[in-house]
């Protein structure tokens, strides 16, 4: 996925009420942006950190900035990692036509935002006349407490466990069901649930995968041009 125009960088001075930030532009110029991320954002908070934006094209937008992606040392040196949760769907979208995922490889055809469940959309139905459906939920990783050791969720997510119970539903009926992990930092080198976060998720994570949900964790390549899935990373536990 490629931004569609070159990003402008920041600092930031402070990230409140969930989907607001306050940065200082080249210029000197202190604007709020949006921040379409409704996580904790653990780690990724620090002011005075550089952060890039998006400046949209709809000029009836209160906001006309987005908060896209910060740089951050997780240990070993500075990097990029992508905040906006907002790309996902569209980066595994194009992974998923590029046969970069091969679990999610070999469909006919691919649907997005397909009603399932106890009233709610999957974020991928894919479907061949030959094989069984494949229901994927696609959610973002943007967290690392340990070099290289990505981790999600960063705050409570009753919406993920409701889709962890969906998916069981689905691979209970005899569908294939798929829980991606995409991880928007270029340095993990493996993945693993922060059950001390979100116990009540962690839970419900062992037991989709005990029900036949399928579990794969996939890293991004993060610049300020674009992001792209590059490859999988193992899930550990």
């Not at 379409?36 to 400046?55: D, E, I, Q």
């Not at 009836?60 to 907002?86: M, P, Q």
């Not at 062992?206 to 792209?228: F, K, N, P």
Request: hydrophobic letters at 45%.
């Amino acid at each position: 996925m490629r931004f569609p125009a070159p990003l402008i960088p920041a600092t930031l001075v402070r990230r409140y009420k969930r989907f607001l930030a306050d940065v200082v532009l080249p210029s000197g110029e202190e604007i709020t942006v949006h921040v379409a991320n409704p996580g904790a954002m653990l780690g990724l908070n620090a002011a005075g950190a550089r952060v890039w934006l998006s400046k949209s094209a709809n000029a009836s937008r209160k906001l006309a900035y987005s908060w896209e992606l910060i740089e951050v040392d997780f240990g070993s040196s500075l990097e990029l990692v992508g905040v906006n949760t907002g790309h996902p769907n569209a980066i595994v979208a194009e992974a998923i036509a590029a046969g970069t995922i091969p679990e999610l490889a070999g469909y006919a055809s691919t649907r997005r935002e397909v009603k399932y469940g106890r009233n709610s959309r999957v974020d991928f139905l894919l479907e061949h006349p030959e094989r069984p459906p494949c229901y994927v939920e696609v959610k973002n990783v943007h967290m690392m407490r340990q070099p290289g050791l990505a981790e999600f969720p960063d705050a409570v997510t009753a919406r993920g466990t409701k889709h962890l119970g969906e998916l069981s539903e689905m691979a209970a009926a005899g569908k294939r069901a798929v829980m991606l992990f995409l991880i928007q930092i270029g340095s993990a080198s493996r993945f693993t649930l922060a059950a001390d976060i979100d116990p009540v998720y962690a839970k419900a994570f062992a037991l989709a995968r005990a029900a036949g949900v399928e579990a794969i964790a996939y890293r991004c390549a993060i610049s300020a041009d674009g992001i792209g899935v590059v490859g999988p990373v193992p899930i550990l536990g």
